[in-house]
């Protein structure tokens, strides 16, 4: 069974830094592309940050230049540092990762349990 834990979400003035991360527990074979979404209170998800393995990065509009998405291969662990927060970046954050369990084996779509991120001014 897979299941993705996010940590690292919280309260932090604005200006200031959070790291989210997201851990794939359970084996796996590889991780083909994963991203991070959020979705504030009374709107739609939206895409935060996406990337798919050996690619590029791609990011919503307003986080380009603050926030950074990336992947730790040793530990089945994706991130997203988030720097020079501002209050319109409060939400609930849901990582996404697509992966194969085993050699071969079919890809799947896994979503995180989401995490809040408030953002005070």
């Known amino acids: 069974q897979v299941q993705l834990v996010e940590s690292g979400g919280g309260l932090v003035q604005a200006g200031g830094s959070l790291r989210l991360s997201c851990e794939v527990s359970g084996s796996i074979f590889t991780i083909n592309y994963w991203g991070w979404y959020r979705q504030a209170p009374g709107k739609q998800r939206e895409m935060v940050a996406v990337?798919?393995?050996?690619?590029?990065?791609n990011y919503e509009d307003s986080v380009k230049d603050r926030f950074t998405i990336g992947r730790d291969n040793d530990k089945n662990t994706v991130w997203l540092q988030m720097n020079s927060l501002k209050p319109e970046d409060t939400g609930d954050y849901y990582c996404?990762?697509?992966?194969?369990?085993?050699?071969?084996?079919?890809?799947?779509?896994?979503w995180g349990q989401g995490i809040q991120v408030t953002v005070s001014s």
């Open positions: 990337r798919v393995s050996g690619g590029a990065s």
């Open positions: 996404n990762i697509g992966l194969r369990r085993v050699v071969g084996g079919t890809r799947r779509d896994y």
